[in-house]
Each structure stands twice: as C-alpha cells, then as structure tokens.
C-alpha cells in the first residue's frame, strides 16, 4: 500500500466509508502525497500526454478563437485571460505567442492561471514569468473574462450513485477483511431518476459550481468560457479510471501515484450555464472544433516550414480513431452576444431534466 493509502485506510478505519469524491480529492491533491500536489504528470516521461503537449497548434487555434471573441466584443480593456488546471503553461505560452499581434490583446490582458498545487505553479513561472495565480474561480476578478479549461473537469472529484433494488446506492471505498481498499454500497436512498438497476450515475458537484461561477461573470461583465475535455452528453455509467505510467490501472492500486480522471458530462455543466444567465453550446467533438478553426492549413504551413510531426499531431488530434471524437468542445457566452467561432447555441431553456438535477450539491445526501 502507497503512503497515501495507508492515510485513507487509517481514515476509513477510524472514520468508516469514504465517498469517491473525498478519495479523489485526497489521492489528487493531499498536500504531502497527492498526485498533482508532488509532480509533473505531463507528457512522455509522466503519465498522460494532453493536447498542448501534443503539438503548439492546439494552443494556437485556442488563443485566437478567444481573441477573436474579444474583438467581436469590443475589444474590452482590461480583461482576464484565464486558464483552469493549466498543467506546464504549456498552452498558455502557445496562445500568447498565437496572439501577440492582434492589435491590444496584450496589453489589456491579465494573465490568471487558476491552479492548486504548489509544484506546479513553479513550472508554469518558469515558462510564463511573473503572473497572477489564484486557487479558485471565486476570485476571478470582476471584470470581462476570456477563458479555458482544457482536461480540467475530468479531475473534479465525482460521486457515484448505482441504482439498487430500494432505490441509489452511493459507492464508498472501504476495507476489506484483510485491511485492504475495496468498494462497497452504501444504503440506498429515493432519487427522482428513473434507471434500470445496476445503473451508475456520476455526479460531479464541483464542476456544475464552479460552472455556474464562470458564467455569472460572463453574463454580467462579458466574455467567453471555452471547455475542451473528454466526455459526452448526458453521460450514464462508470467512467471513473486511474492512468499511471500510460496505463490504465484500478482506481484503488496506487492511491496518489496514478492519475484519476472520469468523463465529464457535459449536459450539466451547459445546464448550470443556462441557469446561471449565459449562453452555452452544444458540444463540438474536438476534431471538428479543430478544423472549423483551421487546424489543417495550419499544419501544412507548419510541414513546409520544416516540422516533421505537423502530420501525426494533425491527426492525433482530430481522428475519429484518436482524440478527434472522444474529446469535446463547449463555450459560454453572454447571452444577448453571438456565439464564439466554431460553436452552436443551446436552447435557453436547461438540456433534459437529468442535466437540470445532475451534480447539483445536497442531490443526494450520504446516509
């Protein structure tokens, strides 16, 4: 058993069950043995590889898709240019490259990166220089706000509730006889979500909040939200899984030494949106977004010009077969503006009564 392990198992023990959100939180982000807390996961010689990682034109096509945003709504000064979970700085430093010559961007801009973890902050001033950090999107300050998150929302602590014979049962890590971690059921209680039994349902608390956040300041001082991660609509079943060393691995193997991610479900998340006052979109698959922007041609610029891996970052990025379908892209806007480049309007009305209620805090309480 990891470190950390022997924490929670020692928690459990003392405490009883623990709920998946507060194992995530600890494995994610403990301050001594967390994962993200210690290291930099990124890239070959870490556990995963992100899109910026990947190749500069991810973070290109971002930062002009936000700069054009920007000008179409008047060019406003000052403005915060935010990113969420913004890993090595690696597409921050991309887009402020990407726009460094639209007229004014630069200057009006301050550059807000929302991020926890101690070590990582250290690697992003190594790359960007001195900017602004800040723990949580409530100190955004109140003003325009032009931002992303990409891979941010899938490390959002998630709970799990499974549809039992007496109504959901939410999943608890535990112990079993031998001391070891293990899931169990906790008893069930009334939801009104009607499923088949045996169904999981996944409820991401933090991420519907901090959503609502994000769109209360694009709806009262302008802007644009832009969200690039893996998920789907209205997403049902387990989708909670560790990666460490690029390899899948159970959630429970090495708690604080593997990444644990889940699917983000987009549906609640342009839920709280709508309710919040702004505009959301449908989700775009990335590879689509991507081309939209014009990923191709700038790949091809970039071959002629001597890069060798234009082509397979091309078409990692945006095949069906590699992140081009799996992956998505929403923004949020303000609701009397036209929505940002490559992106449709939802309804003004919440999606489906499921991302009305979905995530939402206090939905179901622990017994």
Known sequence: MTPL????????????P???????????????????????????QGDFTTAPEISQMFGELVGLALAQAWL????????????????????MADLLRATRRVPGFHDAARVTLVETSPHLRQVQRKRLGEITHLSSVADLPEIPLFLVANEFFDALPIRQMQ???????????????????TLALAAPVALPRAAPEGEIWEICAEGTAIMS??????????????????GTWDG????????????????????????????VDFAPLAGAAIRAGAAASAPERQGDWLRALGIEARAARLAAA????????????????????LFKAMAVWPRHLPPPAGFRPLPTAAPTQASATAGQPGLAPRS
């Open 5 to 16: 392990g022997r924490i929670i198992a020692g928690r459990i023990a003392a405490e009883g």
């Open 236 to 263: 049902k079943g387990d989708s909670l899984q560790a990666l460490r060393r690029h390899a899948p691995e159970g959630i429970l193997t090495h708690p604080g030494e593997a990444d644990l991610t889940a699917h």
């Open 163 to 181: 549809r039992a014979e007496g109504g959901w049962a939410e999943r608890m890590v535990t112990l079993d006889d031998s001391g070891a971690l």
């Open 72 to 91: 179409d709504q008047g060019s406003p000064a000052p403005f915060t240019l935010a990113e969420l979970g913004p890993g090595r700085g690696t597409l």
């Open 306 to 325: 001597g890069d060798a891996g234009a082509e397979a970052a091309l078409h990692r990025l945006t095949d069906a077969a590699e992140m081009g379908h």
């Open 18 to 44: 623990m709920g998946l959100d507060d194992y995530m939180r600890l494995c994610l982000m403990h301050p001594d043995h967390g994962y993200y807390a210690t290291r930099d996961p990124f890239g070959a």
């Open 213 to 230: 956040t994000v769109a209360q300041r694009l709806a009262v001082h302008g802007g644009v939200a832009i969200v690039v991660d893996y």
